[in-house]
C-alpha cells in the first residue's frame, strides 16, 4: 500500500464532495482517455489520477456518495442520492470531511479486495473491478450508517414493486444493450484484426479499450449534468470490452467478439436496470448500479471466461 496516496485520498473524496460525484467520475472518464491516448506518457496518469488518489471512483464517486448521504441525514440535503450537485454550495465542513474519511475508506476497501484477498484467495489483485466492487461495498456501508431505508430501501404501501423494466421500455433496454455491444464488440475485433496483421499500435489499443469505452461512457455524462437524457452506459461497454478482448484473443474470431459483446451488452444493461430498481427506490442514498453491474461481469470476464477460451494471440 502507498501511505503517500493513502493520505491524498482524503483530498479526493473531500475533492469529489465538494464538486460532485457525478462531475467527479467525469473527470475520471476524460483523464483515462487521455492518458491512454498518451501511451507510455499517460501511464502513470492511469493509477495515481484516474484509478487513484484523485478521481478513482472507488475514493472520489464514493467519496462524493457518503457526503451526500450524510447532508441528506443532517438536513443539508433534500435528496441524499443527489450525485450531480456540488457540495461546496451546502457551506458545511462536516459534509466535506465525511466525504474525506470515506475517500480513504474507498482506497482502503479496494487494496484490501484487490491485494488482499484477490491475491490470496484467487491469486490475482485482477480477479474482478476492485474498484466497482469497492464503490459498492463503501456505499452499502453510506445506507447502513446515514439513512433509516434499508439496503432495498422501504417500498410504500400498495405499491406493486418490479425489479426489471416492463413492456417496451424492457425491450428498449435489450435493444440498447445489444446496440451497444455489438458496436464495442467490432471495435475491438477492428483493433484485433490490425494487431494480428502487425501493427504495435493497434495491439496497445486493443489490449485498452475496456478502459477507453469507459472513459468515453464516463466522459459522456456530462450531457447528463446538463439535463439532457443521456444513457449512462460505462457498466454496459466496459465489461462488453473486456468480453470481446478475451473472446476475440482467444478465437482470433471477430463475429464470436462481437456476439459476445452482444450479448454482455444485454447482460450489463439488465443487471445495471435491476441493481438500480431494487436497491435505489424508495432509498434515501445511492447505490451504483454501474458499479454494481461491472463487478459482477468482470468477474466473469477476468477471472472464468480466460479459462476456458486462454488466449492464442
Given amino acids: 500500500m502507498d501511505l503517500t496516496l493513502l493520505i491524498a485520498a482524503f483530498g479526493g473524496g473531500l475533492f469529489a464532495a465538494a464538486i460532485g460525484g457525478v462531475p467527479s467520475f467525469i473527470f475520471t472518464g476524460l483523464t483515462v482517455v487521455a492518458a491512454i491516448l498518451a501511451g507510455d506518457f499517460g501511464a502513470p496518469a492511469i493509477g495515481i489520477v ?30 441524499g442520492g443527489d450525485i450531480i450537485t456540488p457540495l461546496a454550495g451546502l457551506k458545511d465542513a462536516s459534509v466535506l470531511l465525511v466525504g474525506g474519511i470515506f475517500g480513504i475508506i474507498g482506497y482502503l476497501l479496494n487494496f484490501t479486495v484487490g491485494s488482499l484477498i484477490g491475491a490470496n484467495v484467487f491469486g490475482s489483485a485482477a480477479w474482478t473491478d476492485t474498484v466497482a466492487l469497492s464503490v459498492v461495498i463503501s456505499a452499502i456501508l453510506v445506507r447502513l450508517l446515514f ?23 424492457l425491450i428498449f433496454t435489450i435493444v440498447l444493450g445489444a446496440g451497444f455491444g455489438i458496436l464495442i464488440g467490432g471495435i475491438v475485433a477492428a483493433f484485433g484484426n490490425m494487431a494480428l496483421a502487425g501493427s504495435d499500435e493497434a495491439a496497445y489499443l486493443f489490449s485498452q479499450m475496456g478502459g477507453f469505452a469507459f472513459g468515453i461512457a464516463a466522459f459522456g ?16 461497454v466496459l465489461p462488453a470490452a473486456s468480453t470481446a478482448i478475451v473472446v476475440f484473443s ?48 468482470q468477474l466473469i470476464n477476468f477471472s472464468v471466461l480466460p479459462l476456458i477460451l486462454p488466449s492464442i494471440m
Fill in 50 to 79: 484516474s484509478f487513484g488518489s484523485w478521481f478513482s471512483p472507488c475514493v472520489a464517486f464514493a467519496g462524493a456518495v457518503a457526503a451526500a448521504g450524510y447532508a441528506k441525514k443532517i438536513g443539508k440535503l433534500e435528496v
Fill in 221 to 236: 455524462l456530462v450531457f447528463a449534468c446538463m439535463g439532457l437524457p443521456f444513457y449512462g452506459c460505462h457498466h454496459i
Fill in 147 to 169: 439513512t433509516n431505508s434499508g439496503l432495498t430501501g422501504k417500498t410504500p404501501a400498495g405499491v406493486t414493486r418490479h425489479y426489471l423494466p416492463q413492456g417496451s421500455d
Fill in 250 to 297: 482467444g478465437t482470433l474470431s471477430p463475429v464470436a467478439a462481437i456476439i459476445a459483446a452482444a450479448i454482455t451488452g444485454i447482460l450489463g444493461a439488465l443487471i445495471g436496470e435491476f441493481a438500480g430498481l431494487t436497491f435505489n427506490s424508495y432509498a434515501d442514498s445511492h447505490i451504483d448500479p454501474p458499479a454494481c453491474t461491472i463487478w459482477v461481469l
